[in-house]
């Protein structure tokens, strides 16, 4: 028994180590604190074919969440002068998926030209919503509809997005210009695309 655990661990640890990331995408978010003025940028890493990872680079620190393995990667990173990109990943942590709060009910409201208001409610019997977003859409070359820097488990990220699809008419061609979310726990958040880029980017963490 203790021989297949270990063998187990074994091939777990090689798992890890041998994973490739792409990256086809690379954003620069604004984030503000509207109560603080406190601003934040933020770099954005994306596959736009595969929602199941991505990194978030705040100056030489960045993470890199993977909810496909449910697994938390850490990394310090640097550019040298010829503009070549360093990663050197130094811890990952394994996670529990588990949602902030309940949320089986979206309202999504058209309010103006390409934006609109999310109201998210625990039943569909509540009243008060525990989370409002107003989003701003810009049209864009493919579907790059994502809530960038959304402090919230990826299962509430889905059920966002899959709501604000239901009310495009099956167009998706759009990116995310600025939002502005309300946790309603006291926190406001203002977030807004600055820049967009085409990459080329594949990363094989190896963690020490």
Do not use: W
């Amino acid at each position: 028994m203790k021989n297949t655990i270990s063998i187990f661990i074994l091939f777990y640890a090689i798992s890890l180590s041998a994973q490739t990331y792409n990256f086809d995408y690379k954003l620069k978010i604004r984030n503000v604190n509207p109560k603080t003025a406190k601003v934040y940028t933020v770099q954005y890493i994306l596959n736009s074919e595969n929602s199941n990872y991505d990194i978030y680079v705040y100056g030489d620190k960045g993470t890199l969440l993977d909810s496909e393995r449910n697994i938390t990667r850490e990394f310090n990173y640097s550019i040298d002068v010829n503009n070549r990109v360093t990663y050197q990943f130094f811890q990952h942590t394994p996670f529990r998926p588990t949602d902030e709060r309940k949320i089986n009910h979206i309202i999504v409201e058209k309010i103006g030209e390409n934006q609109y208001s999310i109201k998210c409610f625990p039943t569909k019997k509540s009243k008060t919503p525990n989370l409002e977003i107003e989003v701003q859409l810009k049209a864009y070359n493919g579907d790059f509809i994502r809530f960038y820097y959304l402090d919230l488990s990826k299962n509430i990220h889905m059920k966002l997005t899959n709501s604000l699809k239901e009310a495009l008419n099956s167009n998706f061609n759009y990116v995310i210009e600025s939002y502005t979310v309300d946790y309603k726990n006291g926190a406001v958040r203002n977030n807004s695309l600055e820049k967009i880029e085409k990459i080329n980017l594949t990363i094989a963490p190896h963690d020490n």
